[in-house]
C-alpha cells in the first residue's frame, strides 16, 4: 500500500494545473521539494513551472542558521542578486521559480574545470554578495545578539563556528556517537587543536555570505545562465570564509582553483576595501577549518546511511568507510589526530558502531 501524501506534497498538488503531474520529491537533505505547474486558479499570470521546498521533520542540522526566513531573506535579495530565481507568494505560501536546467555538477563533475563562462557568472555572484552589508540587509536574523561577532570580527566569526560544531555537531550526537569518535580518535581535544590551529585571523568588513555554494546549489539553464539557489544556510559574516567554503566544495582543479582566488581578491577589494587582507594567512585556516567541520558532519551522515528497516547496509561499508577515511586524513593535522586509521580499522570500528546496544528510551 502506497503511504500517506505528506502535507507539503498535498500542498503542491492543490496549487498545481495537473496534481499527478507534480514533480517530486526533488532530491535534497533538508528539505522536501516539489515542482509543478501553477493552476489558473492559483496564479493565472505565472507561467512555467514553480517549487514549493519545505523542511523534513527530525533531520540533523549540521550547520549554523542565521535568518529566520529563508524567503524573507530572499525578497529582500531579489533586488540586488540576479541570480536568485524569482520568489512569490501563492495561495498562503511562499514559491520558487523552478529553473529548467541542469546543476552545474551534471554539466561539470567534481573536480573538473568549469567553462570560463561560469567562472565569469560566479565571480559576479561574489561581487555582489559582498556589497551586502547588514545595515542595508533588514532581514530577521534568529540568533542572539550576544552570540554574533562584532562587525569585523574574524576571529569571533569563526569562533562561533566552531563552536557550533563542538555543542551542536559534536555535543548534541555524543550520547549515540561516544565511542564510534573515541574510536576514530575523535574528542573534546580536537577541538582545542582546532582553536590553536586557526587562531589569528585577520579583521575583514562582514558581508552576506551564501555559504553554500557547491556545483549542486548552482542551477544552469538553456541559454547559459548559472543560478544559485538553496539560501538556508545564508549568514553576515567574514567574506573570506565564503569563498573557503566554495573552495571547499566545488573541488576545483588547482590551476582553476588560484585563477578563481586571485580574482576574488580583486574583486573583494573593489567592492569593500579590506575584504582580502590577510587572505595569504587566513584561507588556510578557514579551509582547515571546512575541513575538520567535515569530519563530524560526514561520520553520523555515513553512519546514518548504514542504517535502515532492513538492518546494517553491510554492502555499503566500505564506501562509507572510504568516506569517513577521506575527510579524516584530510583533517588530520587540524583536528592533531595522533594517528590515521586505516580503512581496516575504520570498517571494524563502523562495525562495532552498528552492533551497538540502543540507548533504553527515556521514560
Known sequence: MSPEPSATRLRASDLSDHSDEVEGPLCGYHHETYAFSLSAEAGADKKGRWKIREPREELLWFDRRCFTSE??????LRRRIDVIPEVAPVGGVDLQRFVEGVTLGERY?????VSGEVVEQILKLFRQLIAVTS?????ERKCDPEDRADEGDSAGFLERLIRFTQKRVYGQNLPEYEDLF???GLGLNSFEYLRKHVDGLTSRPFCLLHADLHRENFILDSAGKVWAID???????DPLYDLATHLHLMRYPVQQEREIIRRWCVIAEDVRKGSSKGWIEDLPRLLDYKKAQSVFTDVIRETQSLVGTEGFAHRRLREASSKVRDVLWAAAEPLGLASRPSLLEIEAALLRWGDREP???QP
Do not use: H, I, K, N
Not at 109 to 113: F, I, Q
Not at 231 to 237: D, K, P, Q, T, Y
Open 182 to 184: 573515541t574510536d576514530l
Open 71 to 76: 524567503y524573507e531573506l530572499l525578497y529582500q
Open 135 to 139: 545595515d542595508t540587509l533588514p532581514v
Open 359 to 361: 540507548e533504553p528510551a
Open 231 to 237: 539560501w538556508e544556510l545564508a549568514m553576515l559574516g
Open 109 to 113: 563533475p567534481s573536480g573538473e574545470a
